[in-house]
Nanobody, 125 residues
Framework: VQLQASGGGLVQAGDSLRLSCAPS????????MGWFRQAPGKEREFVAA????????LYADSVKGRFTISRDNTKNTVYLQMNSLKPEDTAVYYC???????????????????WGQGTLVTVSS
């Protein structure tokens, strides 16, 4: 599975961005999808995840209420809508796929088997 995140860029605090990730292959709907981010000098951290059907989502406390994860299984694409961006949201954002049959999405880094290259989001103050 190859993943490629897109949609990053340079924005000002308070602005919005929408990231997209379109994994290759025809089994997208069988993957739990997640977004992680890594800021300079920091470890990669969980941002959001969504179940296979899209009916269950999970968010890090730091983005809850500002970010929304969604997916369109007909387009094999997962999205991360980021509103009210803050300078501390600056990071490289990665999408990841968890192929394991779980009842709900997880924030655990090790549970995602496939990772994309990442897209840089820079939020200026």
């Amino acid at each position: 599975v190859q993943l490629q995140a897109s949609g990053g860029g340079l924005v000002q605090a308070g602005d919005s961005l929408r990231l997209s990730c379109a994994p290759s292959g025809r089994t997208f709907s069988t993957y739990i999808m997640g977004w992680f981010r890594q800021a300079p000098g920091k470890e990669r951290e969980f941002v959001a995840a969504i179940s296979r059907s899209g009916g269950s989502t999970l968010y890090a406390d730091s983005v809850k209420g500002r970010f929304t994860i969604s997916r369109d299984n007909t387009k094999n694409t997962v999205y991360l809508q980021m509103n009210s961006l803050k300078p501390e949201d600056t990071a490289v954002y990665y999408c990841a796929a968890d192929p394991t049959w779980r009842s709900r999405p997880s924030s655990g880094y090790s549970q995602y088997d496939y990772w994309g290259q990442g897209t840089l989001v820079t939020v200026s103050s």
